[in-house]
């Protein structure tokens, strides 16, 4: 028996990390009879390699397309050691983070042609999508009360308003574009209130499962 798939995606400060935490315990306890486990991991990263350009990645400036490629090779050595395996094993993957957010960074924030970022995602993984994608949706003034100013922002996080703007009209499209498997949660309530609607997301998924 294959595993479940379940990105976290949401433009930074939508308050997605918050709840991983939950969803990873809340899976821990459905799979806690059958022996399978829940590898929760993170993208860019995942793997050394990863975490290595991870630093890169979030930090230094580069040419749009080479910022692309770098996330999609990211992704594949993700997928290859990481994601994959822990599928085949029967695991429940958690990852903050897939192919949706460079549609939704590169290609709505920066603009980056959806084609070309189309032609990466056949590439890396052309036969695997998320069985459930949590998109945590905050209007942008909300977001960006949220990031903590006490620390050092990275240069996603340093972006202007428009930026942010346009990085979740594309979540929104690609929502829209794929609604077997988005599920949009009003980041703006308050904890208590997206548990509960996460509860009721992870029952469907727990029962679809068990069919």
């Known amino acids: 028996m294959t595993g479940k798939f379940i990105t976290f995606e949401?433009?930074?400060?939508?308050?997605?990390?918050?709840?991983?935490?939950?969803?990873k315990a809340r899976v821990a306890e459905h799979l806690a009879a059958s022996g399978r486990e829940v590898v929760v991991s993170r993208e860019p990263g995942g793997t050394p390699l990863g975490e290595q350009l991870r630093?890169?990645?979030?930090?230094?400036?580069?040419?749009?397309e080479t910022e692309a490629l770098l996330m999609?090779?990211?992704?594949?050595?993700?997928?290859?050691?990481?994601?994959?395996?822990?599928?085949?094993?029967?695991?429940?993957?958690i990852s903050d983070r897939f192919s949706d957010a460079s549609f939704a960074y590169q290609g709505g924030g920066r603009h980056l042609s959806l084609d070309k970022l189309n032609a990466l995602e056949q590439w890396v993984?052309?036969?695997?999508?998320?069985?459930?994608?949590?998109?945590?949706?905050?209007?942008?003034?909300?977001?960006?009360?949220?990031?903590?100013?006490?620390?050092?922002?990275?240069?996603?996080?340093?972006?202007?308003?428009?930026?942010?703007?346009?990085?979740r009209k594309e979540y929104l499209r690609r929502a829209a574009?794929?609604?077997?498997?988005?599920?949009?949660?009003?980041?703006?309530?308050?904890?208590a209130a997206i548990q509960a609607q996460i509860d009721q997301i992870l029952t469907t998924l727990f029962t679809q499962s068990s069919l």
């Open 72 to 93: 999609f090779a990211v992704r594949k050595e993700h997928l290859v050691q990481v994601i994959e395996p822990a599928l085949a094993r029967g695991d429940w993957v």
């Open 10 to 23: 949401g433009i930074d400060g939508a308050g997605k990390s918050t709840h991983l935490a939950y969803v």
């Open 177 to 191: 574009e794929f609604p077997q498997r988005f599920r949009i949660i009003d980041s703006s309530q308050s904890i």
């Open 125 to 167: 993984h052309p036969h695997l999508q998320p069985d459930l994608t949590l998109l945590f949706d905050v209007p942008l003034e909300v977001a960006r009360a949220r990031l903590d100013a006490t620390r050092e922002l990275d240069k996603f996080e340093q972006e202007k308003a428009d930026f942010f703007a346009d990085t």
């Open 55 to 64: 630093e890169i990645l979030l930090n230094q400036k580069m040419h749009l």
